[in-house]
């Protein structure tokens, strides 16, 4: 066990997590053929720098804005799949919420569309927010946008998507909020990613990534 996944683990067994009488979905599978020829139809191309075949499919169980149990899907990089798999159970657990997740092929790889869904996603080939020919790291498959309507994207006067406006006072709390002395930022920095809601030029804070190793 690496020691990200350690880290996870040791906040799972402080907070008693996993004890439930019925246990949620928490699933890291291959991506199956049919979704495969959607991602090449639309979030991927040649020049992208995974192949399709390099990420996986994580089945997860969220509590949604009405503290429902949903069933989500998330596409990641194989070699993040079983430490976001441990992060994400701890999110349920604590009760963090989360108002929508799935793969953003459902959005034709449109991250604007996917965000003003509220959409929580990964894996997307494409350029880094403002960066034209500058891949971003979910086209790895290794950064996450989580409840990016309720955790806008600002730089300057730039905010998206821009609905995101009304939720630009980060000292308020909204459902799936994520704060900067919140639990998803501690966990996710405890396991060795970084939070774009600390970044200085922008604050980019629905987004967690995780580079590979040099």
């Given at each position: 066990?690496?020691?990200s996944?350690?880290a996870?683990?040791?906040?799972?067994?402080?907070?008693?997590?996993g004890?439930?009488?019925?246990?949620?979905v928490f699933?890291?599978?291959?991506?199956?053929a049919?979704?495969?020829a959607r991602?090449?139809?639309?979030?991927?191309?040649?020049?992208?720098?995974?192949?399709?075949?390099d990420?996986?499919?994580l089945?997860?169980?969220?509590?949604d804005?009405?503290?429902?149990d949903?069933?989500?899907?998330?596409?990641?990089?194989r070699?993040?799949?079983?430490?976001?798999v441990m992060?994400?159970?701890?999110?349920?657990d604590?009760?963090?919420?989360i108002?929508?997740?799935?793969?953003?092929?459902?959005?034709?790889g449109?991250?604007d569309?996917?965000m003003a869904?509220?959409?929580?996603?990964?894996?997307?080939c494409?350029?880094?927010?403002?960066?034209?020919?500058?891949?971003?790291n979910?086209?790895?498959?290794?950064?996450?946008?989580i409840?990016?309507?309720?955790?806008?994207?600002?730089?300057?006067?730039?905010v998206?998507?821009?609905?995101g406006?009304?939720?630009?006072?980060?000292?308020?709390?909204?459902?799936?909020?994520?704060?900067?002395?919140?639990f998803?930022?501690?966990?996710?920095?405890?396991a060795g990613?970084?939070?774009?809601g600390?970044?200085?030029?922008?604050?980019?804070?629905?987004h967690?990534?995780?580079?590979?190793?040099?």
């Open positions: 066990m690496t020691s996944l350690k996870v683990a040791a906040i799972l067994l402080i907070a008693g997590i004890n439930a009488a019925e246990k949620p699933r890291n599978d291959q991506v199956p049919a979704l495969l991602i090449r139809q639309t979030t991927w191309h040649p020049g992208c720098p995974v192949r399709p075949e990420l996986r499919q089945t997860l169980t969220y509590h804005f009405q503290n429902h949903r069933i989500g899907t998330m596409l990641v990089h070699d993040l799949a079983d430490e976001v992060l994400f159970r701890a999110l349920h604590h009760g963090f919420q108002e929508r997740m799935v793969p953003i092929e459902e959005y034709g449109s991250d569309e996917s869904s509220n959409n929580t996603s990964a894996f997307n494409r350029d880094a927010t403002g960066k034209p020919g500058v891949f971003s979910h086209s790895w498959g290794r950064a996450i946008d409840n990016p309507l309720t955790n806008p994207y600002v730089k300057g006067g730039k998206l998507p821009p609905a406006r009304k939720y630009l006072d980060r000292t308020k709390s909204w459902p799936g909020s994520i704060l900067k002395e919140g998803a930022v501690r966990l996710f920095e405890q990613w970084t939070w774009g600390r970044w200085p030029d922008r604050k980019d804070y629905q967690f990534e995780k580079q590979a190793p040099q």
